[in-house]
């Protein structure tokens, strides 16, 4: 009973407004800032792109997301995603459904209408936000990001959240809870662009270099909050 009670659609969208509530919370009462700090005049000129983080390390990057633009992210089929999914709609981000899996079987959570639907928004000039993990494995980015950089022709940007105040869980994705009050900073990476013809010896090259650029971004994000932790203690 109470799970069915906790899946039901009024369990949710409480649920999903206590999450948005806490994260403008924490987002308004902390100070940010964007590293480099000219990011959105070099992002500009490939409007839209396909912006890429770890799973666990999105909570604040919807904040990065400005009036004007348009924004889908990519949400799990997963009954865990509708509450991500409730709490992405109040923040103002539209939402495409669908996911791989840990095996790569990517028909099987609706990945390749996913992939589909996703090379359609880009082609309308809509931003596409996605979590590059393999599904239940951290920090291993999957193909089908490269794939779809591939067949829409828009660039890869890497982007890490951080801030000094947080809560890191022990979760296979090793998710940090970031707290209010806290120093923040966002750090975005050069973009990668995937060429329409490569073999798949050179897809896994570029899967290879998000996963690496991925990493970079959130150890020089990490690595800048804790400084400035240090020194305001």
Do not use: C
């Not at 480099?36 to 990057?61: C, K, N, S």
């Not at 660039?155 to 951080?162: G, H, K, Q, R």
């Not at 329409?196 to 650029?213: C, L, N, S, W």
């Amino acid at each position: 009973m109470l799970k069915k009670i906790g899946r039901s659609a009024a369990a949710t969208a409480a649920l999903g407004w206590t999450l948005t509530a806490y994260l403008r919370f924490a987002y308004k009462t902390s100070r940010f800032h964007i590293e480099p700090a000219d990011i959105y005049e070099r992002v500009d000129p490939h409007m839209p792109i396909i912006l890429a983080t770890w799973h666990g390390q999105h909570f604040l990057v919807p904040f990065l997301r400005r009036p004007h633009d348009k924004v889908a992210v990519l949400v799990s089929r997963h009954r865990d995603g509708e509450i991500n999914a409730e709490v992405l709609r109040r923040l103002g981000s539209g939402l495409i459904r669908g996911s791989g899996d840990h095996r790569r079987r990517f028909m099987r959570k609706g990945g390749a209408a996913a992939l589909r639907e996703m090379a359609r928004a880009l082609a309308a000039g809509t931003t596409i936000v996605m979590t590059a993990d393999v599904p239940k494995t951290s920090r291993r980015a999957g193909l089908g990001i490269v794939t779809l950089a591939q067949i829409s022709g828009r660039p890869i940007y890497p982007v890490a959240a951080a801030t000094s105040r947080r809560v890191e869980l022990h979760s296979w994705d090793r998710a940090a809870v970031n707290l209010p009050f806290s120093k923040g900073v966002f750090v975005a990476g050069e973009p990668i662009f995937v060429p329409a013809d490569i073999d798949k010896t050179q897809a896994e090259r570029y899967r290879q270099a998000v996963e690496d650029a991925l990493n970079a971004v959130t150890e020089r994000a990490y690595a800048i909050v804790d400084q400035r932790r240090g020194q305001s203690s």
